[in-house]
């Protein structure tokens, strides 16, 4: 049982009883420097005149518990997640936690950006501590309406129970009192192995929500006297508009209106022609005979071949190194066994199942926004700037998100919006199309990586150095320091082989681009992972060990030996059969810690299959294993996609891929069976939405290595051609 005495105080808890009415309203204050540490919140206080009050629980006279969520749901669980947690410490029955969108407020809420599987892993502690405290002052609240001592007193499902007496409170009858009362100075929260709740596969509550219909998405919502718009944009990314012809699209019925527009990319602003309609389709028709000649001029135009091509050179050159220990180089001249290999992954568009939509509402004084957003805080900071408007004049409201993976935490598509809004002065939805989605990105960047290796006479890694070329996210603004360097090189490497590796060189050399690029889910460690653990396959193949005890003898820490063990375990590593292919991975990402192994064999003809994906997280502390495995699948059938299935190839300048004809997607026949593990310790919470990816290709190309001697370097590849 964990007992907290410090920092939980009045400074600590926000109390609102006495201004929310018939309730007990409690919440956490974050501060706009984004430290979780907090400051007293005393709504009468002078001090704090003006500061606008979060709220994470309300409980009604009713008993109703409402959370108010800052953070989205775009199909990782957020709104499951969240209300068994507040659930178990606050002894409620899960039926009774509602849950509503917070809108967006970075002063209240922190940062709300959904991203790097944050949610649970930088909250749980605040929200067990938050409802237990609610706990506690209703507990308190019936031990004076009693006059009992309030160590005879527990909660339960939603009462207050007298243990001597059986007599009982609902909740809603002690929230007047509670409201009352001060939050109490010490908290002991649950030990893990008398949760209930926790750690309990539970069905999804907003499942039904979304096969009945009755969730709102972006584009289910609808405003009074609300506009459509499509957007006519630069395929080549850059430009400005030379000119357009309206003559025909303004013959379309239902066009209303027709004028240039800026979206605001990175701190580019480029330019597109809007079709503002009373309906879509007038809006998509009216686009299709809208004709707009670009003004292209400094804009050199890019192949995936030039784009390789001098990614490829850039790597012979000089790289800025930020990582290193010992002295790779000498090491390397003088080894007796060494390997070099290069490795390719491509760009890849987000493809999120529902695409991008947005409404606005622009008025003289104020701006309102709805739709899929996984960042409101953003988008509230962003418009504010443009619009030149107070902060509290922007609001942003979230809806289910149909898929995210980093696209819908960009604020170019409200932009957009707003400044169309602005334009007819009323409420607009700009709905992008597939193609649009598809092709305008921004994108995951596609890298190459040159990994050299060199190993002892024992057979472990001597000297092991990695060189990454490709776009930086982190300096796409016209105002960034291009010459900072991408520290992602390692993201996804297993911390434990820093230690067991005497030399090492991590190094990039960023390639400048106009091509837009962005957060793909687990980001680069998406990409790196491909590289990094087929090159530690190719090494431990080299050194004449099994690729399972390779990563074993370089992963020291009892943590990662436990997953190893479990992962051979479960996968029967050991006693793979005559003409199966057996390959592993094993990545670290956004604290997590993921094992999976790849079965492969030949088909009647020859080619190879996928048989089954055994898959082991170290996820530390959690909360529905349900939502754990649903989320290391969902993972792995979107790291097949990119191993074998799609790619954003470009031409001109352009995009070549611009619908699931041609970027297609893994049908439900390309997924082998997976089987997936959570490992039981008592580690801090880590990420869950995003770690199963990265280990799935090299894992599958290991064993497909394993079974044909086969080594593939460049993704994608299409399994017939093996």
Same mark, same amino acid.
């Given at each position: 049982?964990?007992? /907290? ?28 420097? $984004? ?15 003006? /500061? ?36 178990? *410490? ?24 959904? =991203? ?80 209930? /709740?926790?750690?309990?596969?539970? @069905? ?34 850059? =430009? ?103 490795? *390719?992954? @491509? ?28 960042? @409101? ?48 002065? $009323? ?13 305008? =990105? ?49 993201? =996804? ?16 050399? @960023? ?74 991975? /094993? ?136």
């Amino acid at each position: 049982m964990e007992t /907290i005495n410090k920092n939980l105080s009045r400074r600590n808890f926000i109390k609102l009883g006495g201004l929310s009415g018939a309730a007990l309203t409690l919440g956490l204050y974050f501060p706009a420097s $984004g430290k979780d540490t907090v400051g007293i919140i005393t709504p009468e206080s002078e001090e704090n005149l003006g /500061i606008d009050l979060n709220a994470w629980i309300s409980i009604d006279t009713t008993g109703k518990v409402t959370i108010t969520n800052h953070r989205a749901e775009m199909g990782q669980g957020s709104f499951q997640s969240v209300p068994q947690i507040i659930a178990e *410490e606050l002894e409620v029955d899960l039926n009774k936690v509602h849950i509503i969108f917070a809108q967006g407020n970075n002063k209240k809420y922190g940062s709300q950006v959904t =991203g790097g599987s944050s949610t649970i892993r930088g909250n749980y502690q605040k929200l067990l501590r938050l409802s237990a405290t609610a706990r506690e002052m209703l507990i308190e609240a019936a031990s004076k309406k009693w006059g009992v001592a309030k160590s005879e007193c527990y909660a339960e499902n939603g009462f207050v129970i007298h243990k001597p007496s059986g007599k009982k409170f609902g909740y809603g009858e002690l929230v007047e009192e509670a409201s009352k009362l001060e939050p109490p100075k010490e908290i002991a929260l649950k030990d893990p192995k008398n949760y209930k /709740i926790l750690r309990k596969s539970m @069905p999804r509550q907003d499942t039904p929500l979304k096969t009945n219909g009755t969730a709102i998405f972006g584009l289910d919502k609808k405003l009074p006297g609300m506009l459509y718009a499509m957007v006519e944009r630069n395929p080549r990314f850059v =430009g400005k508009v030379k000119s357009f012809d309206d003559t025909e699209t303004k013959k379309v019925p239902g066009v209303k209106h027709v004028f240039k527009v800026t979206r605001d990319t990175f701190g580019n602003m480029f330019e597109g022609v809007a079709v503002v309609a009373d309906n879509t389709w007038a809006a998509m028709q009216g686009r299709k005979v809208l004709k707009v000649e670009w003004d292209d001029s400094g804009f050199t135009y890019h192949s995936t071949e030039q784009l390789y091509t001098k990614m490829k050179e850039q790597l012979k050159g000089d790289v800025i190194s930020f990582k290193t220990k010992g002295n790779f180089n000498a090491a390397f001249t003088k080894a007796e066994k060494k390997l070099e290999a290069l490795y *390719e992954t @491509p760009y890849e568009s987000h493809s999120c199942m529902e695409p991008l939509n947005c409404i606005a509402n622009v008025t003289a004084d104020a701006c309102e926004i709805w739709g899929p957003i996984q960042a @409101p805080d953003w988008v509230q900071g962003n418009l504010a700037g443009a619009l030149k408007l107070p902060m509290d004049k922007v609001v942003v409201n979230m809806t289910f998100l149909g898929g995210g993976f980093g696209r819908k935490a960009f604020t170019d598509y409200p932009f957009e919006a707003a400044m169309i809004s602005k334009e007819i002065k $009323g409420p607009v939805q700009v709905i992008w199309s597939r193609e649009d989605d598809t092709t305008l =990105g921004p994108f995951r960047p596609g890298m190459v990586y040159q990994c050299k290796g060199a190993l002892s006479k024992g057979g472990s890694i001597a000297a092991f150095e990695t060189k990454m070329a490709g776009q930086n996210m982190s300096t796409q603004n016209p105002n960034a320091d291009k010459s900072n360097y991408n520290n992602s090189t390692t993201e =996804g490497l297993l911390e434990p082989y820093f230690d067991s590796i005497p030399h090492y060189s991590f190094g990039d050399t @960023p390639l400048e681009s106009p091509i837009p690029v962005m957060w793909w889910r687990s980001v680069y460690a998406s990409t790196n992972a491909f590289a990094l653990e087929s090159f530690l396959d190719e090494m431990a193949l080299a050194a004449g060990k099994d690729p399972m005890d390779f990563r074993k003898q370089h992963a020291g820490e009892p943590r990662y030996q436990d997953l190893i063990k479990k992962l051979e375990e479960v996968s029967g590593w050991k006693k793979r059969g005559k003409n199966e292919g057996y390959g592993v991975a /094993i990545t670290e990402c956004f604290t997590s810690i993921v094992g999976e192994v790849v079965k492969v064999s030949k088909k009647a003809d020859g080619k190879v299959k996928i048989d089954k994906v055994w898959a082991v997280m170290d996820c530390g502390w959690y909360v529905n294993p349900d939502i754990i495995r649903a989320q290391v699948e969902g993972s792995i059938v979107m790291a097949l996609g990119a191993a074998v299935k799609h790619a954003t190839h470009f031409v001109d300048g352009k995009a070549v891929e611009k619908n699931f004809n041609t970027y297609q997607m893994p049908r439900i026949t390309d997924i082998p069976e997976i089987e997936v593990h959570i490992m039981d310790n008592d580690e801090k919470a880590g990420g869950v939405g995003e770690p199963g990816l990265p280990p799935f290709t090299p894992a599958l190309t290991n064993a497909i290595c394993d079974l044909t001697g086969k080594r593939i370097r460049v993704l994608p590849f299409n399994l017939e051609d093996i």
